[in-house]
């Protein structure tokens, strides 16, 4: 499961994991995704996206800030369809990121290398995941 925690909020983060796997970069994956604001759950939500959605996921976070990605990563997905970014801090790589999705709309702020941490967290998860399905 990956973690990745408010910066400047304690007890506000998001966890994503990877459930179920189906080979093929066109088939999907069982997702499970949780939002807690101030140690309270705000979003739980179990949802399928396609293998190729999750691969672009786990680059954009593991590899962040993309700079071809200009602030904004999107997919055709109906659930977390949508992450942006602003850089609130330049001397600390202080990012503000909004969540959106069919029904989530959220903020965190973290650090840049928190969120690749968070990326390398789900890729290990998918590398693991893949190896045995």
Request: hydrophobic residues 35%.
């Amino acid at each position: 499961m990956a973690i990745l925690k408010d910066a400047k909020q304690n007890g506000n983060y998001v966890e994503l994991s990877i459930k179920r796997h189906i080979p093929g970069e066109s088939e999907g994956s069982r997702m499970y995704f949780q939002y807690v604001e101030l140690n309270r759950m705000q979003y739980e939500l179990e949802f399928g996206w396609t293998n190729m959605v999750v691969e672009s996921y786990i680059e954009a976070t593991s590899q962040f800030p993309l700079p071809q990605l200009h602030g904004l990563y999107s997919s055709f997905e109906k659930h977390l369809y949508e992450l942006s970014w602003i850089n609130m801090d330049m001397s600390n790589d202080q990012y503000k990121l909004h969540f959106y999705g069919s029904d989530q709309d959220f903020e965190l702020i973290a650090l840049a290398e928190d969120i690749r941490t968070f990326g390398n967290d789900l890729n290990a998860e998918w590398q693991h995941i893949i190896s045995i399905s």
